[in-house]
């Protein structure tokens, strides 16, 4: 299939290439052209005037929980370590595969009408996860989760042979729920599997200050310096949330290559605390941004991310503090990175044709003073019109092609959450 985009403004955020006017075309799922008007020739399958639109590489969801869209809504109000033991644990423990597949396509539905073109995803079921993800043709990575409920080294290490060669669509990463969660034996475990394949380590790490004084008491040490004693990030990876971090950690971040991955919108609701991504941006510590799950944070909506990652650190730091365009990169390129899909980072000949089209014909939009701007301080999901993965169109105008039909999605999710106790 050979797709030609033109008349578009095109964002690459390669680093290198200002925002220009030009056309784009796809072929067999990667970026085949990119450049002025009128410099491609030669025939193609479709042709989209983007009439003045913007095209962008998508945005990269680096911390989900897919699988917890029945619980948006139901599980509100209340702190982390109540909300997990008093609804989150029991009504996950009536979920099986099946409902996992149905309610991660709904969570995938979601982040398409957000832009979203990846998802890092940590949950149970992960066959489940990633045939969702291949049969709506989503680009997604898996993470591992294994804890004192379940999971282990060895079945870490078995799912990290498959899903690292399933599917083109998705990839794996070593890790494990969270040191609160893990015993000390299981973790030395994972940390010489860490050694033995040499790959980045990610788990939950210092959400919420009860987690580090909790880790404290056990270990003598902080989380980050806890798990960094144990060879954990002896190869890289990163922590999702990254909240509560002292000064020596972010040492241990810095120098072990680590990604914050931030979710200002759980961390808000939650009542958690906001990351010190001025700070991380400061010491050159990479930072993605996550929505995390659908129970903490119902909305999965990366517009909002986007403001509230820059948003809360103005209130502390000032107006000046993290500029829009460190938040597009942590937005695109840093998500992409952190779930081993350097290829989907940015526009550019040759990388995957994971990109969107941000209607620029909005109220919202308009005057076009700073477009790149806007997408983070006004951007909505209103302004997504178009979302391509792997060269084919998943969403295009309010309208999926998924594969599935959006009302049966609705009605098994309402019909799995109407059966639990």
């Not at 020739?41 to 009439?51: K, L, P, Q, S, Y």
């Not at 993800?133 to 290490?157: H, K, M, P």
């Not at 290559?257 to 808000?268: E, K, L, Q, R």
Request: net charge negative; charged share 20%; hydrophobic share 40%.
């Amino acid at each position: 299939m050979k797709t030609r985009f033109y008349n578009a403004r095109i964002l690459p955020l390669d680093g290198d290439t200002p925002l220009f006017s030009g056309e784009l075309v796809v072929l067999n799922g990667r970026i085949a052209f990119l450049g002025k008007e009128g410099g491609f020739t030669g025939a193609v399958d479709r042709e989209i005037d983007c009439r003045g639109s913007l095209l962008m590489p998508g945005f990269k969801n680096a911390h989900t929980h897919s699988g917890m869209t029945f619980l948006r809504s139901l599980a509100d109000d209340l702190p982390l370590q109540r909300w997990l033991t008093e609804q989150v644990f029991p009504k996950e423990a009536q979920l099986t595969p099946d409902d996992v597949y149905v309610l991660t396509k709904l969570a995938i539905m979601e982040y398409l009408t957000s832009g979203i073109t990846m998802m890092f995803d940590m949950y149970f079921a992960r066959d489940s996860i990633a045939q969702a993800a291949i049969d709506t043709g989503f680009r997604a990575a898996l993470v591992g989760c294994a804890n004192d409920y379940g999971g282990s080294a060895r079945e870490t290490a078995d799912e990290y042979a498959k899903f690292s060669k399933l599917n083109p669509l998705i990839s794996y990463r070593l890790g494990f729920h969270a040191e609160y969660t893990s015993s000390e034996p299981l973790m030395r475990d994972l940390s010489d599997l860490v050694q033995q394949l040499k790959q980045p380590f990610y788990t939950h790490l210092n959400e919420t200050a009860a987690e580090v004084e909790s880790c404290v008491a056990r270990s003598g040490k902080r989380a980050i310096e806890y798990l960094d004693s144990l060879g954990m990030f002896n190869y890289g990876g990163g922590g999702y949330h990254c909240v509560h971090v002292s000064e020596h950690e972010m040492e241990i971040m810095k120098a072990r290559n680590m990604t914050a991955v931030t979710c200002p919108g759980s961390n808000t609701k939650l009542a958690s605390g906001v990351a010190p991504i001025f700070e991380y941006l400061k010491r050159g510590i990479p930072v993605a941004i996550g929505t995390d799950g659908p129970a903490s944070n119902n909305c999965l909506d990366f517009f909002r991310e986007m403001f509230l990652t820059t948003g809360l650190q103005k209130l502390e730091h000032g107006a000046e503090a993290v500029d829009a365009m460190d938040v597009l990169a942590m937005a695109c390129k840093n998500g992409a990175y952190a779930c081993g899909f350097n290829d989907c980072d940015c526009l550019a000949i040759g990388k995957q044709a994971d990109l969107i089209l941000i209607d620029l014909q909005q109220p919202n939009m308009q005057p076009l003073n700073n477009i790149e701007k806007n997408i983070v301080y006004s951007g909505s999901k209103q302004n997504v019109s178009l979302v391509m993965i792997a060269g084919k169109v998943l969403y295009e105008r309010g309208e999926f092609f998924i594969g599935d039909d959006p009302a049966r999605i609705y009605a098994e999710a309402n019909r799995i959450i109407r059966g639990m106790q």
